[in-house]
């Protein structure tokens, strides 16, 4: 694995105020962008790239450069469209509800110049079903009930058609894109993908189920946004410090068993966001692990019980210990810094601390302002910097692991103060989706979560922490046990007797039905 420079073309200052999290982790990854819009980011970029001729191709490490779809027309019509429900509780003919609800929309519509959707009565057969189009939308949109500006609200990909960025569309008319919601973790994810080994095969997924797919729902978006309309210009910036890295592997992996489930595309969507959110959760822990040269990350899951246990402890301690990495790292990162021989350099030279301002604005991209004039000793200027780091680090990246955690079901809060690793139901079944092809022994099957992802569960996987007296093996037996009650609950485990239990993939089990 190599570590890559940062790209000459995103140097300039107004980029982030000091390269350090970008460094380690990647410009950029973001705690507001959830795992539904980190993918529905990367499926942005995906179809940009491939109208490029380049699906999936990375011309030159960190050189991405695309021109998203913006389908103004169709995101007015679903999330700033209030007066359809209006027209509709009045019960006028049709030819009267198109004319006035034509009127009101040509004259409020944001971002465009001159709105005009009389097409849509060429598209539909009457204002009643148009209406029923839009519902059906707006019902399916992604995080539908969030209180977010319409222009940063996202219909459901159903296909190309229904894709788009975010924008932030200002009152006098102009449009720029957001990187709150958008903020460039989509295009990391595309960058490991276009880095991983199994790239080739990836590629073909994507283009027979988001490219080339045909839906009726995606036909829906088309009918409702009309020519497809693009952004005024192309987007670049963003950067990954690695070369190649297992999780991107892993990631790949995952996406295409995923992929190859014999179910409808729009049914392994949701699938999908959660195994990438789990991965780019490991990867930032992974790369705080790499940075301190500690030992490999492992997230101790407690499957709920109605009464405290030792695992719950122990799951908390884990969840607090992992929460910390990223942080532990930043510090490290930067100290580093006075064990190379740049360093010794700079404190040999006639005036030590203009020499390592100089060296920490070349490695860190950090320009000295005001408040740092005062401080002689060039070790307080890089204490002061891991100061200003951290302080930057917990505004966002150092939120992920907690935002990204509980948004796949990973962590809770159920019948206990503290938040622990306590996988839901639904992360239960994607990980059982994404890793049984069939059917798996359930010991396997524990054996392979804590192999691939570092989840502990079972007493085999928990041997040097029973070993170190932190917990029985009866502690950690009744957690599997647990476990295997609960995906029997769910119909994701058959018991053929007490001592043998296979896990199923639901999809491929229904499909040999």
Request: aromatic fraction near 10%; charge should be neutral; glycine fraction near 4%.
């Given at each position: 694995?190599?570590?890559?420079?940062?790209?000459?073309?995103?140097?300039?200052?107004?980029?982030?105020?000091?390269?350090?999290?970008?460094?380690?982790?990647?410009?950029?990854?973001?705690?507001?962008?959830?795992?539904?819009?980190?993918?529905?980011?990367?499926?942005?970029?995906?179809?940009?790239?491939?109208?490029?001729?380049?699906?999936?191709?990375?011309?030159?490490?960190?050189?991405?450069?695309?021109?998203?779809?913006?389908?103004?027309?169709?995101?007015?019509?679903?999330?700033?469209?209030?007066?359809?429900?209006?027209?509709?509780?009045?019960?006028?003919?049709?030819?009267?509800?198109?004319?006035?609800?034509?009127?009101?929309?040509?004259?409020?519509?944001?971002?465009?110049?001159?709105?005009?959707?009389?097409?849509?009565?060429?598209?539909?057969?009457?204002?009643?079903?148009?209406?029923?189009?839009?519902?059906?939308?707006?019902?399916?949109?992604?995080?539908?009930?969030?209180?977010?500006?319409?222009?940063?609200?996202?219909?459901?990909?159903?296909?190309?058609?229904?894709?788009?960025?975010?924008?932030?569309?200002?009152?006098?008319?102009?449009?720029?894109?957001?990187?709150?919601?958008?903020?460039?973790?989509?295009?990391?994810?595309?960058?490991?993908?276009?880095?991983?080994?199994?790239?080739?095969?990836?590629?073909?997924?994507?283009?027979?189920?988001?490219?080339?797919?045909?839906?009726?729902?995606?036909?829906?978006?088309?009918?409702?946004?009309?020519?497809?309309?693009?952004?005024?210009?192309?987007?670049?910036?963003?950067?990954?410090?690695?070369?190649?890295?297992?999780?991107?592997?892993?990631?790949?992996?995952?996406?295409?068993?995923?992929?190859?489930?014999?179910?409808?595309?729009?049914?392994?969507?949701?699938?999908?966001?959660?195994?990438?959110?789990?991965?780019?959760?490991?990867?930032?822990?992974?790369?705080?692990?790499?940075?301190?040269?500690?030992d490999r990350v492992r997230l101790i899951c407690e499957i709920v019980?109605?009464?405290?246990?030792?695992?719950?402890?122990?799951?908390?301690?884990?969840?607090?210990?992992?929460?910390?990495?990223?942080?532990?790292?930043?510090?490290?990162?930067?100290?580093?810094?006075?064990?190379?021989?740049?360093?010794?350099?700079?404190?040999?030279?006639?005036?030590?601390?203009?020499?390592?301002?100089?060296?920490?604005?070349?490695?860190?991209?950090?320009?000295?302002?005001?408040?740092?004039?005062?401080?002689?000793?060039?070790?307080?200027?890089?204490?002061?910097?891991?100061?200003?780091?951290?302080?930057?680090?917990?505004?966002?990246?150092?939120?992920?692991?907690?935002?990204?955690?509980?948004?796949?079901?990973?962590?809770?809060?159920?019948?206990?103060?503290?938040?622990?690793?306590?996988?839901?139901?639904?992360?239960?079944?994607?990980?059982?989706?994404?890793?049984?092809?069939?059917?798996?022994?359930?010991?396997?099957?524990?054996?392979?979560?804590?192999?691939?992802?570092?989840?502990?569960?079972?007493?085999?996987?928990?041997?040097?922490?029973?070993?170190?007296?932190?917990?029985?093996?009866?502690?950690?037996?009744?957690?599997?046990?647990?476990?295997?009650?609960?995906?029997?609950?769910?119909?994701?485990?058959?018991?053929?007797?007490?001592?043998?239990?296979?896990?199923?993939?639901?999809?491929?089990?229904?499909?040999?039905?």
């Open positions: 694995m190599e570590i890559l420079d940062r790209p000459h073309h995103i140097q300039e200052r107004n980029g982030p105020a000091f390269w350090v999290d970008e460094a380690i982790w990647g410009h950029r990854l973001h705690d507001e962008q959830s795992p539904w819009l980190i993918v529905l980011e990367f499926l942005n970029v995906l179809l940009a790239e491939n109208n490029a001729g380049r699906l999936l191709s990375e011309n030159g490490f960190n050189t991405l450069s695309y021109k998203p779809q913006i389908q103004l027309r169709l995101r007015n019509l679903v999330f700033n469209n209030p007066y359809i429900v209006t027209k509709l509780a009045q019960k006028t003919g049709d030819e009267t509800a198109w004319n006035d609800w034509l009127v009101c929309m040509n004259e409020t519509a944001g971002g465009l110049t001159k709105p005009d959707f009389s097409y849509l009565r060429q598209n539909f057969d009457s204002f009643k079903d148009f209406a029923s189009v839009i519902n059906f939308l707006q019902k399916s949109a992604i995080e539908g009930t969030s209180n977010k500006r319409w222009s940063s609200k996202f219909v459901f990909p159903f296909g190309p058609h229904a894709l788009y960025e975010d924008l932030n569309i200002k009152q006098n008319g102009t449009l720029t894109n957001d990187r709150r919601f958008f903020a460039r973790t989509g295009e990391i994810l595309y960058l490991m993908l276009c880095r991983s080994r199994q790239v080739d095969k990836l590629r073909t997924l994507l283009d027979e189920h988001f490219i080339q797919a045909s839906s009726p729902y995606d036909s829906m978006a088309h009918a409702l946004q009309g020519e497809t309309q693009y952004a005024n210009s192309e987007h670049g910036g963003a950067f990954l410090p690695c070369s190649s890295h297992p999780v991107f592997d892993k990631i790949a992996e995952d996406w295409i068993s995923i992929l190859s489930c014999p179910v409808p595309t729009y049914d392994k969507i949701p699938h999908l966001v959660t195994m990438t959110g789990l991965n780019l959760l490991l990867y930032l822990l992974y790369r705080a692990q790499e940075v301190l040269g500690v019980s109605p009464r405290k246990t030792v695992i719950r402890d122990l799951s908390g301690d884990s969840y607090q210990h992992n929460n910390l990495l990223p942080q532990q790292a930043i510090r490290h990162f930067i100290n580093q810094i006075t064990h190379t021989p740049a360093w010794v350099t700079a404190m040999a030279a006639p005036d030590p601390r203009l020499s390592v301002a100089d060296l920490l604005h070349k490695t860190f991209d950090w320009a000295e302002d005001n408040e740092e004039d005062h401080i002689t000793s060039p070790h307080r200027l890089v204490l002061q910097l891991e100061e200003r780091a951290i302080i930057r680090h917990r505004q966002h990246v150092g939120k992920i692991h907690a935002a990204w955690s509980r948004a796949i079901g990973l962590s809770s809060r159920r019948s206990s103060r503290r938040t622990r690793y306590a996988p839901n139901d639904r992360l239960l079944k994607t990980l059982v989706v994404c890793c049984v092809k069939k059917r798996m022994e359930f010991r396997e099957f524990l054996a392979y979560l804590h192999m691939r992802y570092g989840l502990v569960i079972g007493d085999a996987q928990a041997h040097d922490i029973i070993a170190k007296g932190d917990a029985d093996q009866e502690d950690f037996s009744n957690n599997a046990q647990r476990l295997e009650d609960r995906l029997a609950s769910l119909g994701l485990l058959k018991r053929l007797s007490d001592s043998c239990a296979y896990v199923e993939n639901p999809f491929q089990r229904d499909q040999d039905a």
